[in-house]
């Protein structure tokens, strides 16, 4: 497996758990193999992720917006300092050019730093973790064992005098934390989880919020600079030549003058917006997902206070900012431990609760629902144009397409302001699917309920809540169902 | 006294393990992370519950020490800020020195406390953050005597409990 990563959008470990779909515990490729080369645990990451450099670099699957981000700033830098720093160096002062290579610099810096770094992923459960959790949920639930309609799993936590709902999530199998969500593009469930940002290629949680806000609080004063010197430049010169013959040289001289202060007018705009909107959220000590769900209202004295919130501004600018930075919960670069197989249920000797080999047949099941969605994905346009048949068996052509409509959707470049997109796009497409997809997506659908759902920003609001409680009600029902569509599905993938 | 196991690594080979235990966060205080003091029932037989409340709040104080917002906090903040986060590549940070002492100590309560009544933390990084996962052994060579030893050294400790 070469660590570049950069070989296709899907790991080797993926195609390796839908060939051992009779036990199919994905550690069994790694103990195959662990006479010839350990495993580092980046190489069976459960979460839809990119590794890059032997695990040092960790980012979301679809990055090419993130290419654009850079080409932008790289070539609108660039072309700043080849034609307007030489001239205003000189009339001005040799100041500005050090002042922008400044602001460049730590631009890049920190988006690279905001896009590389894990933004606070945790970790799914182990087995016995999950099998634990469930036999808590089973007793506290009281009543009939598993049944066909459990209530819906939630805990209350009483924080700092707010009550508080912590949701259980059905695809890491652990009760998220406060403020933590489940960020349906990457899979995972992220620590204090902001946005998904594609323009950095990237969660925003809490390891890399303030990479984040260095980011984009750095490119407003970058942007802002190099257009008021773009300026500056131009009328500076129509001072010696006149107004249209300084507009004339330009485009001879500096062939791109024009198109880059453009580019510059818009970026301010919604960068300045941006970073204008963020500092209001730091300040309340509120995340994006927060604050869009309006889960906290303003007043102290109403029932609704937020709990977070140390009480003043600077105090929440600060514990944002300048707080500890916690370590990453994934252990990317840590090697594969042989003896403490992280998925292995009956082989090393626990035989706890009857749970327990549900509990791994769910785990795996949960691998091939992940890695039979892959296959869908990848096989969609072959299979709707040769098998029709194939498919009335088990699914609905319509649904495949859609799967991978959601998530090309956010690299073509949305004209929606830049970050503010949460994973609500992807969402909205997923709960499209959902009416169709009914039997193992079921599970998946979960988190895209869990996930924010404004009741602004999506114009459907009203139907997809609908149809997600529908499907909340009727998951156990699903899992039934599981292994049925799971087994047609490996059928399906191995034609 | 009889057979027990009286090392991590002996514990590891010759017992197998029975059950785990899970202490979960206690989220009363906010996000930092705090672990529940709360008894588990199953280790009722084991370990004395002063003991095991003691190495929970210990660790609860190493964490609120790890993530501390106060004047270190900030100077580290506003240095890494105006490095423009490359310092990170060569310091480490305090949390991660503070999860080093934590390491150290729960290896230490192992060998000390856990390991010789069958028991094992396992530091909660491994797992996520989330939960302190005590796995309880059942000494594979002398089951019954190691729950009457068990019992003799909790009635020892019981008295100055």
Redesign the interface.
């Given at each position: 497996m070469t660590p570049g990563g950069g070989s296709g959008p899907m790991k080797d470990c993926e195609y390796s758990q839908i060939s051992t779909h009779s036990s199919s515990s994905p550690m069994e490729s790694p103990h195959k193999k662990k006479k010839s080369v350990p495993k580092r645990k980046w190489e069976v990451f459960p979460g839809r992720n990119k590794f890059f450099c032997n695990g040092r670099i960790m980012m979301a699957r679809q990055t090419g917006v993130f290419y654009l981000t850079l080409v932008l700033i790289l070539v609108t830098s660039g072309l700043f300092f080849a034609f307007d720093c030489p001239y205003l160096s000189e009339k001005i002062t040799p100041a500005i050019p050090a002042i922008g290579g400044i602001l460049f610099?730590?631009v890049m810096?920190?988006l690279l730093?905001t896009s590389f770094s894990d933004p606070g992923v945790?970790?799914r459960?182990?087995p016995?973790?999950a099998a634990?959790l469930e036999r808590q949920i089973d007793i506290a639930n009281g009543s009939s064992s598993g049944g066909y309609r459990p209530p819906p799993r939630t805990k209350e936590?009483?924080?700092?005098g707010q009550t508080?709902k912590?949701k259980y999530c059905f695809t890491c199998k652990?009760f998220r934390?406060?403020?933590a969500s489940h960020c349906s593009l990457c899979d995972n469930c992220v620590?204090?989880f902001d946005h998904h940002c594609p323009w950095v290629g990237n969660c925003v949680g809490k390891r890399n919020y303030?990479?984040f806000y260095?980011f984009i609080l750095s490119l407003s004063f970058l942007t802002v600079f190099i257009f008021a010197f773009v300026i500056t430049h131009v009328i500076l010169r129509s001072q010696q030549t006149g107004f249209l013959n300084a507009l004339k040289d330009s485009p001879a001289r500096y062939p791109f003058t024009e198109i880059y202060s453009v580019v510059c007018f818009f970026s301010v705009w919604s960068i300045v917006g941006l970073s204008g909107f963020h500092t209001y959220l730091i300040s309340s000590n509120q995340t994006t997902n927060e604050d869009i769900k309006g889960s906290w209202s303003n007043k102290r004295g109403k029932e609704n206070y937020n709990?977070?919130s140390y009480g003043n501004i600077f105090?929440n600018c600060?514990?944002a900012?300048?707080?500890?930075?916690?370590?990453s919960?994934?252990?990317r670069r840590g090697f594969i431990q042989p003896d403490t197989p992280q998925l292995a249920g009956p082989s090393?000797?626990?035989t706890?609760y009857g749970a327990t080999q549900s509990q791994s047949n769910m785990c795996d099941q949960d691998q091939c629902i992940q890695s039979t969605k892959f296959v869908l994905q990848a096989a969609a346009t072959p299979l709707l144009q040769s098998e029709p048949s194939i498919t009335s068996e088990e699914l609905p052509l319509p649904g495949k397409t859609s799967i991978s409509g959601p998530c090309a959707s956010l690299t073509l470049g949305q004209p929606t302001p830049p970050s503010s997109m949460p994973n609500l796009t992807s969402d909205s497409g997923l709960t499209d699917i959902i009416p169709l997809k009914e039997e193992h997506e079921g599970h998946q659908f979960l988190t895209p309920e869990e996930a924010p759902s404004p009741p602004g920003m999506l114009p459907s609001g009203s139907p997809i809540a609908h149809s997600h409680t529908m499907h909340v009600l009727s998951l156990a029902s699903q899992d039934s169902l599981h292994e049925d569509s799971v087994r047609g599905l490996v059928k399906l993938s191995s034609v | 006294l009889c057979p027990q196991v009286h090392s991590l690594q002996e514990l590891r080979r010759s017992a197998s393990l029975a059950t785990k235990v899970f202490v979960q966060r206690d989220y009363s205080d906010g996000t930092t992370c705090q672990f529940q003091t709360k008894f588990p029932p199953e280790l009722e037989s084991r370990i004395e519950r002063q003991l095991f409340e003691e190495t929970v709040k210990t660790l609860n104080g190493f964490y609120a020490e790890a993530e501390k917002i106060g004047g270190s906090s900030y100077l580290e903040g506003c240095l890494a800020c105006a490095t423009a986060y490359f310092i990170f590549l060569c310091m480490e940070t305090h949390y991660e020195k503070v999860l080093k002492k934590i390491s150290k100590y729960i290896h230490d309560q192992n060998e000390k406390i856990y390991a010789p009544r069958g028991l094992l933390l396992t530091d909660p990084l491994e797992r996520g953050m989330r939960v302190i996962e005590i796995s309880i052994y059942e000494d594979r060579c002398s089951s019954g005597s190691s729950s009457s030893g068990s019992s003799s050294s909790s009635s020892g400790g019981g008295g100055a409990g």
């Open positions: 610099f730590f810096g920190t730093r945790l970790p459960a182990t016995d973790e634990d936590v009483i924080i700092n508080v912590l652990i934390p406060p403020r620590e204090r303030r990479f260095m709990p977070y105090t600060c514990a900012l300048c707080g500890p930075l916690s370590p919960l994934i252990d090393n000797g626990i706890m | -």
